[in-house]
């Protein structure tokens, strides 16, 4: 088994603890089911954000979908002029036997400008999203 690197971004409309957290569940609940990731082959995660963002740590989102027992790390990216704000990047890594073409890496919202080459996503349904992520988090409180 191989560890691979998962890739996913996506923008908030504003620095605030619950646009924060939507976010970054939003983004890891869809790798999650995109990838059939089981969070005890998840190695480690590092969460990114832009200078803009501080209300929360991003990883708190993974917490909340289960990851109670995956080390997580939360820092900033460095500021680059012109680059995307309000961004949350996240690196997962996964031992898995996927080959590192048939990995889908996340990329969602205003996000998918920073790799439109990876942000081709079969459509999805955001509400049902929702839904599972709200079991989810159920599920890591029990």
Same mark, same amino acid.
């Given at each position: !088994?191989?560890? @691979?690197?998962?890739?996913?971004?996506?923008?908030?409309?504003?620095?605030? @603890?619950?646009? +924060?957290?939507? /976010?970054?569940?939003?983004?890891?609940?869809?790798?999650?089911? &995109? $990838?059939? !990731?089981?969070?005890?082959?998840?190695?480690?995660?590092? #969460?990114?954000?832009?200078? =803009?963002?501080?209300?929360? #740590?991003?990883?708190?989102?993974?917490?909340?979908? /289960? *990851?109670?027992?995956?080390?997580?790390?939360?820092?900033?990216?460095?500021?680059?002029?012109?680059?995307? @704000?309000? &961004?949350?990047?996240?690196?997962?890594? *996964? $031992?898995?036997?996927? %080959?590192?073409?048939? +990995?889908?890496?996340?990329?969602?919202?205003?996000? !998918?400008?920073?790799?439109? =080459?990876?942000?081709?996503?079969? %459509?999805?349904? #955001? =509400?049902?999203?929702?839904?599972?992520?709200?079991?989810? !988090?159920?599920?890591?409180?029990?």
């Amino acid at each position: !088994m191989q560890c @691979r690197g998962v890739r996913g971004a996506t923008t908030v409309e504003a620095n605030t @603890r619950e646009e +924060i957290l939507h /976010g970054a569940r939003q983004m890891l609940a869809l790798m999650i089911r &995109c $990838n059939q !990731m089981d969070p005890a082959d998840v190695a480690s995660a590092v #969460f990114s954000t832009t200078s =803009d963002l501080n209300a929360e #740590f991003p990883a708190l989102a993974a917490r909340q979908l /289960g *990851w109670l027992d995956v080390p997580l790390l939360c820092t900033h990216e460095i500021e680059v002029p012109g680059s995307l @704000r309000k &961004c949350v990047r996240v690196l997962v890594h *996964w $031992n898995t036997t996927t %080959p590192q073409d048939q +990995i889908q890496h996340i990329y969602i919202k205003e996000a !998918m400008k920073l790799r439109p =080459d990876l942000s081709v996503l079969p %459509p999805v349904d #955001f =509400d049902e999203l929702e839904s599972w992520i709200a079991e989810q !988090m159920v599920s890591a409180k029990e």
